[in-house]
């Protein structure tokens, strides 16, 4: 009798035209449809939105968002994470759901924002979605990332650098990162000297400031010290009219990329089983987790033109709403048109919020009968105006598979023989000691101009 139920629920076989003939219908730019469908009947509520960013004149893009604090991701609702990112950005969210699974207050896979490594899943269960908002998209295990310096420029436009090697001594062309204690002598090759307040410089993403007292620029010799605390950006000729300008206390990163198939991806969720992989429709979903019971599902895919949709069913009676199980949720998810697409988390987690005549309003019913706490959340949002500047200039981004900065790992075994006859230690300590003075002399010194110039 068991067995007969479950194959009553997962043959579930959705048409092309699922969508057809919708209950409520809403564009502002973008396509929003609500649909209550009879499928083996069965009551299914669908809440669909997708937006293609690639057009020309294209006025929204798809990110991630996370409420964070000094401890951590803050679990909060869809609707709360949508208005931190509205508030935080001032650009307005057109549609939100729900993103990965979370445990322990964290989402449980791979997550990147903004081309960034955040954190690699290591579940061999889960897998990931990656996009871009040029029309790649990648499915699967995020298991390579590349290691690179992130620099800013004045209105906050980020460069990313390849990092090809970690303490050694690097070829023309090439950049290094030192991160062990000890005192190193480079050759034709510059040093600009970071230092941060985290104590394991090994866990990327690291945030640092500027910290070179010495001459920058590329030198015929060059020995340098590291304390705890201390890293050093090792460059060569090409790289030298980047690092050796870049002023002293500015913010400087050292950041894990994606690499791999996700190479070229600026934001990657985690979740569980990839549904569709290049346009197959996965038959053979996990039955754990639920995975084999009707419940309320969340899906996120991209369509070969470069569309990316999120999709939500209802379920557990919610709405009037019965829910899918995942190789339903894979054939819905096959029948809307995907190349790639990838189960979110779902049951009580799954939220849909929609703009609406200028509002942010929750359109599903949620099975907890509120709104579900999360970790992330999948965003289309409006484009940084032209006179703002996006904050990115990723190589990798909008040509995967070309360039990009995470490529390869770099290779991690240091010098074994650092140099240790120098004390260019002693001169660093002494050249802060002084430019703390100047600092102090400048200070009063535009103190006494201004005063007299009467400004």
């Not at 690639?54 to 909060?76: C, D, F, M, Q, R």
């Not at 105006?385 to 990009?404: L, Q, R, S, V």
């Amino acid at each position: 009798m068991v067995a007969i139920m479950l194959f009553a629920i997962t043959a579930t076989a959705f048409s092309s035209n699922v969508l057809d003939n919708p209950n409520f219908t809403y564009e502002n730019g973008f396509k929003y449809v609500e649909k209550t469908a009879t499928e083996s009947g069965k009551t299914q509520k669908i809440f669909y939105g997708e937006y293609n960013p690639t057009v020309e004149g294209a006025e929204y893009e798809w990110v991630l968002h996370t409420i964070k604090n000094e401890n951590g991701t803050v679990l909060s609702t869809v609707m709360d994470i949508a208005k931190d990112y509205e508030k935080t950005t001032g650009r307005k969210v057109m549609l939100a759901v729900n993103g990965d699974y979370f445990a322990g207050g964290e989402p449980v896979d791979s997550y990147v924002s903004d081309g960034v490594v955040v954190k690699k899943g290591n579940m061999a269960n889960k897998n990931s979605f990656g996009f871009n908002n040029s029309g790649y998209a990648a499915v699967g295990r995020l298991t390579e990332v590349g290691v690179c310096v992130i620099t800013y420029g004045e209105g906050g436009e980020r460069t990313f650098t390849e990092v090809d090697l970690l303490n050694k001594q690097p070829a023309a062309g090439q950049v290094a990162v030192y991160n062990q204690p000890g005192t190193y002598t480079v050759s034709n090759a510059g040093v600009m000297m970071l230092r941060t307040d985290v104590a394991n410089l090994t866990q990327y993403p690291l945030d640092c400031t500027e910290a070179t007292m010495t001459s920058k620029g590329v030198q015929a010799s060059k020995t340098f010290s590291l304390k705890s605390g201390q890293l050093a950006v090792v460059y060569t000729e090409e790289h030298n009219d980047l690092f050796a300008t870049y002023k002293y206390g500015a913010r400087v990163g050292v950041v894990n990329t994606p690499a791999g198939e996700f190479e070229g991806c600026d934001w990657v969720v985690g979740g569980y089983d990839v549904i569709v992989d290049n346009y197959k429709v996965n038959t053979n979903c996990h039955d754990d987790n639920g995975g084999n019971a009707a419940a309320p599902r969340t899906f996120v895919g991209m369509k070969e033109d470069g569309t990316m949709f999120v999709c939500i069913v209802d379920g557990r009676g919610a709405g009037g709403s019965v829910g899918l199980t995942v190789e339903g949720e894979a054939q819905l998810a096959g029948a809307l048109g995907a190349q790639y697409s990838l189960e979110l988390d779902g049951g009580g987690s799954s939220t849909m919020i929609v703009r609406i005549d200028d509002k942010l309003t929750l359109r599903n019913v949620p099975s907890d009968g509120s709104m579900r706490k999360v970790a992330n959340v999948v965003l289309l949002v409006e484009k940084p105006k032209a006179e703002e500047n996006p904050g990115e200039n990723n190589p990798g981004t909008d040509n995967p598979g070309e360039n990009n900065p995470g490529e390869t790992n770099p290779d991690t075994n240091p010098d074994t023989n650092p140099d240790t006859g120098s004390d260019d230690g002693d001169d660093e300590g002494e050249n802060a000691f002084v430019a703390f003075f100047k600092r102090i002399f400048e200070a009063i010194a535009n103190f006494f101009r201004k005063l007299f110039s009467g400004k």
